[in-house]
Nanobody, 122 residues
Framework: QVQLVESGGGLVQAGGSLRLSCAAS????????MAWFRQTPGKEREFVAG????????EYTDSVKGRFTISRDNAKNTVDLQMNSLKPEDTAVYYC???????????????WGQGTQVTVSS
């Protein structure tokens, strides 16, 4: 059974930092695209950052470039999202996803975590 489990969300003041972690189990994800999405009430799930398999590059949505960094450890089957200089508009439920065929399209991802809340206060 494939599982993605996120951790690290919470409440932080604007300008602060959080680190999200996603632990994958059930299969080896080293050849998969792994990504972070976020969602706020009433809106579609939004791509935040993604990582291809080892050496395959990363991708970020424009609003987080220079502030967020995605990293993965294929040996441990984990992918992290370091979020710095957080803004109130980063407030959302953040989801880990794996197996996407198109970076930005949530429907192409095969596996999803349960989500972790990130709240940034002004």
């Amino acid at each position: 059974q494939v599982q993605l489990v996120e951790s690290g969300g919470g409440l932080v003041q604007a300008g602060g930092s959080l680190r999200l972690s996603c632990a994958a189990s059930g299969r080896t994800f080293s050849r998969y695209v792994m990504a972070w999405f976020r969602q706020t009430p009433g809106k579609e799930r939004e791509f935040v950052a993604g990582s291809r398999w080892s050496g395959g590059g990363t991708e970020y949505t424009d609003s987080v470039k220079g502030r967020f960094t995605i990293s993965r450890d294929n040996a441990k089957n984990t992918v992290d999202l370091q979020m710095n200089s957080l803004k109130p508009e980063d407030t959302a439920v953040y989801y880990c996803a794996a197996g996407g065929s198109q970076w930005h399209t949530a429907s192409t991802y095969q596996y999803w975590g349960q989500g972790t809340q990130v709240t940034v206060s002004s």
